[in-house]
Nanobody
């Protein structure tokens, strides 16, 4: 049974930074394409960043976060990260990670508890 545990969220002022972590247990992390999603109040969950399996040499971002967010992975720690810089109030959301079904943006597993990010002055 794969478990996803997100952490690192919090309250930050506009322009600030946060680094989210997602620990993955119970599977073979290195072969998973991984993604970070978010769900803002009143909106559907959306994929904001993805990283390929293995070395993670290929990444992709939603237009809304491109140039501000960076996804990375550490296969030795079974962890995927999301570095978020120059945060904006519209980044306020609960952030989730998940494995991606091959070639899609579709999540593979049940969701973890997520981590709340609030951007406010």
């Amino acid at each position: 049974q794969v478990q996803l545990v997100e952490s690192g969220g919090g309250l930050v002022q506009p322009g600030g930074s946060l680094r989210l972590s997602c620990a993955v247990s119970g599977g073979i992390f290195s072969i998973y394409d991984m993604g970070w999603y978010r769900r803002a109040p009143g909106k559907q969950r959306e994929l904001v960043a993805r990283i390929d399996s293995g070395s993670g040499s290929r990444t992709n971002y939603a237009d809304s976060v491109k140039g501000r967010f960076t996804i990375s992975r550490d296969n030795a720690k079974n962890t995927v990260y999301l570095q978020m810089n120059n945060l904006k109030p519209e980044d306020t959301a609960v952030y989730y990670c998940n494995r991606l079904r091959i070639g899609t943006d579709v999540p593979f597993y049940s969701w973890g508890q997520g981590t709340q990010v609030t951007v406010s002055s």
